[in-house]
């Protein structure tokens, strides 16, 4: 028998999982996440909380590694909901997929108590990094318990990077220097080299493997030196980060050649995530303790 390739050595330690979707995915910020959490994994779906008591079939006999509750208005799940599906798949991490209306209603209520909140646009890095827990057999974040603090969590999320045979190249960009340098200082500890640090827009010629680019808010102008971006180098990664991510804006970027968007403030989760992604033996390459 033929020795497998690298590629399909590294996606055992992802493909097998498979997560549960409930809710809807009508809405065009739902649809991006759970279309981005299918590149990563086998998604089932359940159209509601009551539809996920029947099971879809591949759940009868084992339990989702994640259940992805989406959340595209603030009142679509209640925690009535959570604490139903909780009882059907009691060892199952519940997380809530929140959408840029969800977001906003931080100013007018709590999220769900003692389920993690999700922004849609950090779901592909954040479940890289939980896919990869759950492989190496380390708890991570959603292994804490639910009353664990934020300062706990960020300081878990810390702990991981990214092996340093894997470490992709990285330069960053932002508006100003002092961005720029928390920028820097976020990738690396996320797990990335950063080679090259760039104020404004970042120039043609990166010769990085991975471009982080803090724009604040897309505008026209970015999306036109995105395409420049993409154009001049097509084997570069292009990680967008904005300040309040839309389904539209973030269209528009991965149209103009953008790899991935994120938010921010972005989590160290979320980027060292996304960085696994654009890295050689991808699915293998989080590591505990190189971050």
């Not at 409930?22 to 996440?33: C, K, N, S, V, Y």
């Not at 827990?133 to 300081?155: F, H, S, Y």
């Amino acid at each position: 028998m033929d020795a497998p390739t690298p590629t399909s050595a590294a996606r055992p330690s992802i493909s097998p999982a498979r997560v549960l979707w409930i809710g809807p995915t009508q809405q065009a910020e739902m649809r991006l996440a759970r279309a981005w959490a299918a590149e990563l994994v086998e998604v089932h779906d359940a159209a509601s909380p009551a539809v996920a008591w029947a099971a879809p079939t591949v759940f009868l006999d084992r339990t989702p590694a994640v259940i992805l509750l989406a959340m595209d208005t603030p009142s679509r799940i209640t925690l009535h909901d959570a604490v139903a599906v909780a009882v059907r798949w009691p060892l199952a991490p519940l997380v809530s997929v929140a959408s840029s209306l969800v977001d906003g209603r931080r100013r007018s209520g709590p999220a769900l108590a003692g389920i993690e909140e999700v922004p849609w646009h950090d779901l592909p890095g954040r479940l890289t990094c939980w896919l990869a827990d759950r492989a190496a057999g380390r708890p991570g974040t959603l292994g804490m318990p639910a009353t664990a603090r934020r300062e706990d969590r960020l300081l878990e999320a810390m702990t991981r990077g990214l092996d340093r045979e894997a470490r992709p190249i990285v330069s960053v960009a932002a508006g100003n220097a002092l961005d720029v340098e928390g920028l820097a200082d976020l990738v690396t500890a996320a797990g990335g080299t950063v080679t090259r640090r760039s104020r404004g827009r970042p120039p043609l010629d990166e010769p990085a493997a991975v471009l982080v680019w803090d724009v604040g808010s897309i505008g026209g102008d970015h999306l036109a030196w995105l395409r420049m971006l993409a154009a001049n180098r097509p084997a570069l990664r292009i990680v967008v980060m904005e300040s309040f991510p839309r389904a539209d804006t973030a269209q528009a970027a991965l149209a103009a050649g953008a790899a991935a968007v994120l938010g921010r403030p972005a989590s160290t989760e979320a980027v060292a995530g996304t960085l696994a992604r654009f890295a050689p033996g991808f699915g293998l390459s989080l590591v505990p303790g190189n971050g």
